[in-house]
């Protein structure tokens, strides 16, 4: 009857164990999902930052063009 009831109590131990180690995966892999998606985020960000960048980049090559292009006409 002991050996019974420590065999269970082992097998009880192991079991939690066992829930526990699995709980810790579940929760692991979803920090892993979060910080991709977290990153995937973070590059947007970033391309739209360069977009936007570039588009100001041109706008002011524009202004420049223009600004020359109305200095050239007042030399003339």
């Known amino acids: 009857m002991m050996e019974e009831r420590q065999l269970i109590q082992r097998l009880e131990v192991r079991l939690l164990f066992f829930v526990l180690s699995l709980g810790l995966e579940k929760t692991e892999r ?37 600004q020359q292009q109305q200095l050239s006409s007042f030399s003339k």
Do not use: F, K, V
């Not at 977009?51 to 223009?66: A, D, G």
């Open 30 to 66: 979803r920090r892993q999902q979060q910080q991709q998606l977290q990153q995937q985020q973070q590059q947007e960000q970033q391309q739209q930052q360069q977009q936007q960048q570039q588009q100001q980049q041109q706008q002011q090559q524009q202004q420049q063009q223009q």
